[in-house]
């Protein structure tokens, strides 16, 4: 099993739609939660940060269930300059200590 | 805001030759920098983590004779792909912890390198 399993998409949505992104990891001693966007062809940047009690951030929502060891992105009203890869983003304390395992991504095209 | 650089961004180079790959945290000092290479449609991968001063850490499978790591100061590390192949072509990413920031969740990622080997 993949450390952190996300749906590869892609989503294909049309502006204005809201689209949502669910992200799972299999460690339980993770400790701190991401989503990065990455461009084709760039490095990933960070999106946010994923609090357990949620956080927004304009047009972005996230939201973590430690108990089901579930992360989601909402997006709102999309933009077409929001067509991106979304990496669903954990890094692990003990062993893995400061080590951030990504997940494959999820394709998301924005359309007119 | 922090700024990580990587040089260069892209090289095209022949099988059996060697190719360094440098990276600088150029507005911080980075006791820690992480090596990351992503395949195409797949996602990063950590092969490496660079500490200053000391040796680096391989992830399980990352062979370290043939990734090579030095990280001889606060804001540069360098990765050379040793005798490189075909199976070596792709994307490779640092990115870098400011030393002055608690944490290790705060890393900064360089533009990438892209490695094409003939």
């Known amino acids: 099993r993949k450390e952190v399993e996300q749906d590869p998409g892609p989503f294909n949505v049309p502006e204005g739609a809201t689209v949502a992104f669910n992200c799972t990891y299999s460690n339980s001693a993770s400790q701190s939660f991401f989503w990065y966007r990455q461009d084709c062809r760039k490095e990933p940047k960070l999106l946010m940060s994923v609090y357990s009690s949620g956080n927004e951030d304009g047009r972005f929502t996230a939201q973590l269930n430690r108990a089901s060891q579930y992360i989601s992105l909402l997006i709102r009203d999309s933009k077409l300059s929001d067509s991106a890869t979304y990496l669903c983003?954990?890094?692990?304390?003990?062993?893995?200590?400061?080590?951030?395992?990504f997940g494959q991504g999820t394709i998301l095209t924005v359309h007119p | 805001g922090a700024v990580v650089s990587q040089h260069p961004s892209w090289v095209i180079c022949k099988s059996g030759t060697s190719v360094k790959i440098e990276c600088r945290s150029l507005d911080f000092q980075a006791t820690t920098m992480f090596w990351y290479r992503q395949f195409p449609k797949q996602s990063l991968m950590l092969m490496a983590t660079?500490?200053?001063?000391?040796?680096?850490?391989?992830e399980q499978g990352v062979e370290k004779d043939k990734f090579l790591i030095n990280h001889a100061s606060l804001t540069l590390s360098t990765l050379t792909v040793t005798s490189a192949h075909p199976e070596d072509s792709s994307f490779y990413i640092c990115?870098?912890?400011?030393?002055?920031?608690?944490?290790?969740?705060?890393?900064?990622f360089g533009p990438g390198t892209r490695l094409t080997v003939l």
């Open positions: 990115s870098a912890r400011d030393r002055k920031v608690a944490g290790l969740d705060t890393q900064y």
């Open positions: 983003v954990v890094n692990a304390r003990g062993t893995s200590y400061g080590k951030l395992t």
């Open positions: 660079s500490n200053e001063g000391s040796k680096a850490t391989y």
